[in-house]
Structure formats: C-alpha cells, structure tokens
T-cell receptor, first 112, second 116 residues
Framework: AQTVTQSQPEMSVQEAETVTLSCTYDTSESDYYLFWYKQPPSRQMILVIRQEAYKQQNATENRFSVNFQKAAKSFSLKISDSQLGDAAMYFCAYTRGNQFYFGTGTSLTVIP | EAGVAQSPRYKIIEKRQSVAFWCNPISGHATLYWYQQILGQGPKLLIQFQNNGVVDDSQLPKDRFSAERLKGVDSTLKIQPAKLEDSAVYLC??????????????FGPGTRLTVL
C-alpha cells in the first residue's frame, strides 16, 4: 500500500513570514498526482495546490508553491507571506488511478 | 455554485445502533467519494462512485457499512450496527469525473459521528 508521511504534526509561523510543510510518500509508480489540502476548523477541506508527477516544473498558486523532488519522493508546501487565514490543518495526498492516500496532517498556527 | 451538502452535521448514537448519512454532490459531478476521518488522522477513502456505479470499495468494511448512489446524484452511507471505533467524521466529496481520479475533489462539511 502507498503511504504518505507528514513528519511535522504542528508548525507555527509569524504573520508575513514563510513556512514550509514537509511531505514524503512511498510509491513504485512513475505516473501519479500529489495534492495539498487545507482543512480550517470548520472542517470543509479545500484544495490548495496540485502537482502532476510527469511535470518537472513545480506548481505555484499565488502565495503557495511546492518543491517536488520526484527521486526523493518529497513534496513540500511553501507558504509565503503567511496570513492569519492560513491557520488550518494541511494534508498532503497521493493519488493514482482509483487510489487516494492522505497523510496525517500538519496543524499550522499563524502568530500575529 | 452550491457546494457539496451533507447531513446531519452531528450524530450521537449508542453502539449497535444504525445510522445513515446523506450527501448531495455538486451538480454535474459524476464522481462521488466517501471518506472516514478519525480524530488525529487523515481521511481514508471508503468508497468511490462513478455515476451510480461503484468504482472502488476495497476499504469499506462491508460487514457493517453500505453505501448507494441509486440515481447517480445523491448518496447515502449506512452503518449497521455501529461500533465504538466508528466514531469519526465522515466526509463526502465530489469531482467532475471527466479525467477520472485526477480531478479536483470538492469536499462537504462532514458529519461528525460519536458512538457511545
């Protein structure tokens, strides 16, 4: 079975600073997709960013960017200019075919 | 556009009782997913529908869990009988389904189940 590991249960960042959340995964496949989801306290999970494994270019969405290292099976999320609204649980997810695997999440606190 | 709707938002039952959750996906979304999220863990996929057919239910405990999507729109997830370890948030998600599993999934607010 595939596994997704988020080794940082909790992280904190000062408002306007930059923070990086880590994610590693285990797969023997070469074609797959990776996602970062945000789950605020209201529990409605929303997509932050996605990365296709066949693309070498790192995905970017405004203040959110990823560092995708395929050989190392690493997929970290960088949040720049952190805002109070970024406080949430962040989940890394792997998908291929009909299989979906989520990590255990990283709780991000933004300090004013 | 309206998001994924789920009801009820909260449910408390005693073990061995039955419970059902309802999900209404985003209009036009062919694929519907049910996840179980135990406190402190990431969501675990239970079952995936494409229209009214089951694509994958390998992680669904079929001795007590069942799900259906009869008309390819709404879906219900049932637990009968419930166990203490079923306490979790049950999330429903939907996606367009045009490109299969690589679609963006849109999640509902979830149903928090507590089994006493």
């Amino acid at each position: 079975a595939q596994t997704v590991t988020q080794s940082q249960p909790e992280m904190s960042v000062q408002e306007a600073e930059t923070v990086t959340l880590s994610c590693t995964y285990d797969t023997s496949e070469s074609d797959y997709y990776l996602f970062w989801y945000k789950q605020p306290p209201s529990r409605q999970m929303i997509l932050v960013i996605r990365q296709e494994a066949y693309k070498q270019q790192n995905a970017t969405e405004n203040r959110f960017s990823v560092n995708f290292q395929k050989a190392a099976k690493s997929f970290s999320l960088k949040i720049s200019d952190s805002q109070l609204g970024d406080a949430a649980m962040y989940f890394c997810a792997y998908t291929r075919g009909n299989q979906f695997y989520f990590g255990t999440g990283t709780s991000l606190t933004v300090i004013p | 556009e309206a998001g994924v709707a789920q009801s009820p938002r909260y449910k408390i039952i005693e073990k061995r009782q039955s419970v059902a959750f309802w999900c209404n996906p985003i209009s036009g979304h062919a694929t519907l997913y049910w996840y179980q999220q135990i406190l402190g863990q990431g969501p675990k996929l239970l079952i995936q529908f494409q229209n009214n057919g089951v694509v994958d239910d390998s992680q669904l405990p079929k001795d007590r869990f069942s799900a259906e999507r009869l008309k390819g729109v709404d879906s219900t997830l049932k637990i009968q009988p419930a166990k203490l370890e079923d306490s979790a948030v049950y999330l429903c998600a939907s996606s367009l389904g045009k490109r299969g599993s690589t679609d963006t999934q849109y999640f509902g607010p979830g149903t928090r189940l507590t089994v006493l």
